[in-house]
Structure formats: C-alpha cells, structure tokens
C-alpha cells in the first residue's frame, strides 16, 4: 500500500479510501484525496458517506454469515 500512499506522504495532502464495489470476492475502493490541511472536510465527507451506504453482504472469503 505504501505506493499508494506515499505520495500523499511526501506533500502534505489528506487522503483516504472507502469501498466502493465488491463484486465477487476482491474489494474496490476509491482513494479520495483533499487539498492541504483540508482534513476535516476528508473526514466529513467519510462520516457522511458512511452513514449514507448501503452495507455489503458478507464476503465469502471471511466465513462471515
């Protein structure tokens, strides 16, 4: 994940993913990314879509029933 990351590591932005999709048994995620010291406004919109979501059947890869 670290090439994912680092990046943002480097310049300062907030960043953060959240699922997206999972069809069959790999995950999907959408890397969001804010302008600098916007973390709060990050976070919002995390909490927000959170709340908002739709949850997903278990994955049959984790045994969860």
């Known amino acids: 994940m670290l090439a994912n990351t680092g990046p943002f ?3 300062g932005h907030p960043a ?16 969001l990314v804010g302008r600098h010291h916007a973390d709060e406004d990050l976070l919002a919109f ?5 709340a908002h979501r ?3 059947p278990p994955s049959p890869s984790t045994g969860d029933v």
């Open 9 to 11: 590591n480097v310049t």
């Open 16 to 31: 953060l993913t959240i699922p997206v999709h999972s069809p069959g048994m790999l995950p999907i995620g959408a890397m």
């Open 46 to 50: 995390a909490e927000w879509d959170e």
């Open 54 to 56: 739709e949850p997903y």
